[in-house]
């Protein structure tokens, strides 16, 4: 058989009394322990704002990534069209240029003596 333990009525209807454990001697024996507590307060709202200004700083750069991306691309595709070689011939005309309509001359490099 199993033993029951009995709790005496009397401990579960009576009520803590809170003003004998708030008195000067226990508010000064915890002094380190409510520093602590405000330490760890300051500390866990600075990290609040500082994830907040790292979590801006990182938007802001991504929106700059994204715009520089942009811009390469527009760039890019620039230089791909003005190096065809229709957009290039138009280029040069206004400096008397012109395309090469005959078979260059092979120039020999050697010379008799």
Known sequence: MQEETTIPTKAINQKIDWRGLLTYKWVVK??????????????????????????????ATQDKIKDLEYE???????VIFRS???????????????????APVILNGTTKK
């Open 72 to 78: 390469y691309k527009t760039l890019k595709s620039e």
């Open 30 to 59: 915890n002094i380190p322990f409510f520093l602590f507590l405000a330490a760890l307060l300051v500390l866990y709202i600075y990290n609040g704002h500082y994830a907040d200004k790292l979590d801006r700083k990182i938007n």
């Open 84 to 102: 065809k070689a229709s957009e290039l011939e138009k280029a040069v005309e206004p400096m008397g240029l012109k395309e090469l309509t005959e």
